[in-house]
């Protein structure tokens, strides 16, 4: 079965970058588009960054364009979220995401942006 | 930007009792090769969502048939025929044929 497995969240400063990872089994994950989607805390769910199958074309929201960067690494079924020059308002739980129509989620990590 | 906007935003229900939710979009969600990208996300609470339709009225396999989408363009339709008491959570729709993707605020269903 669909198993994503993030890693990397935690308590970050503001101004201060982090990079998220997600380790990806039970599918052959490089025939698969990936995402990111993130939840802050009470709040409801903000797409934020999603990736092609082959790592060609990738997409963001407005919000975390030219901070974030998607990438993946199909010999390792890992997807990285890199996020520079966090902001406070980027605090939240990230998931990781299967494919464009988003049919599997994992647990996700949580990114705290404080001082 | 197009603006996905869900009503009611709670919805108390009564177990055994049917449930709607209706998700519009700023934008009609037609794609250019036919498929219309309106997908349908279940939260329960302390869990990470779970597709339940897909491209409108498809649903997820597992998903008890008592869940059913529909509506076509800006318009959309979840609705619960009975609801039972592990449907209690969030509900939320995600248009997935524009960019930026976006989804609804949410609708929080509870048990009355």
């Known amino acids: 079965q669909v198993q994503l497995v993030e890693s990397g969240g935690g308590v970050v400063q503001p101004g201060r970058p982090l990079t998220l990872s997600c380790a990806a089994s039970g599918f052959t994950f490089s025939r698969h588009a990936m995402q990111w989607v993130r939840q802050a805390p009470g709040k409801g769910l903000e797409w934020v960054a999603l990736?092609?199958?082959?790592?060609?074309?990738?997409y963001y929201t407005d919000s975390v364009k030219g901070r974030f960067t998607i990438s993946r690494d199909n010999s390792k079924n890992t997807l990285d979220l890199r996020m520079t020059s966090l902001r406070v308002e980027d605090t939240a739980i990230y998931y990781c995401?299967?494919?464009?129509?988003?049919?599997?989620w994992g647990q996700g990590t949580l990114v705290t942006v404080s001082s | 930007d197009v603006v996905v906007t869900q009503s009611p935003l709670s919805l108390p229900v009564t177990l055994g009792q049917p449930a709607s939710i209706s998700c519009r979009s700023s934008?009609?969600?037609?794609?250019?090769?036919?498929?219309?990208?309106l997908h349908w996300f279940q939260q329960r609470p302390g869990q990470s969502p779970r597709r339940l339709i897909y491209k409108v009225s498809n649903r997820d396999s597992g998903v008890p048939d008592r869940f059913s989408g529909s509506g076509s363009g800006t318009d959309f339709t979840l609705k619960i025929s009975r609801v039972e008491a592990e449907d209690v959570g969030v509900y939320y729709c995600?248009?997935?044929?524009?960019?930026?993707?976006?989804f609804g605020q949410g609708t929080r269903l509870e048990i009355k």
């Open positions: 934008q009609s969600l037609v794609y250019s090769d036919g498929n219309t990208y």
């Open positions: 990736i092609s199958y082959d790592g060609t074309n990738d």
């Open positions: 995401v299967k494919e464009w129509g988003a049919d599997s």
């Open positions: 995600m248009q997935g044929t524009h960019w930026p993707r976006a």
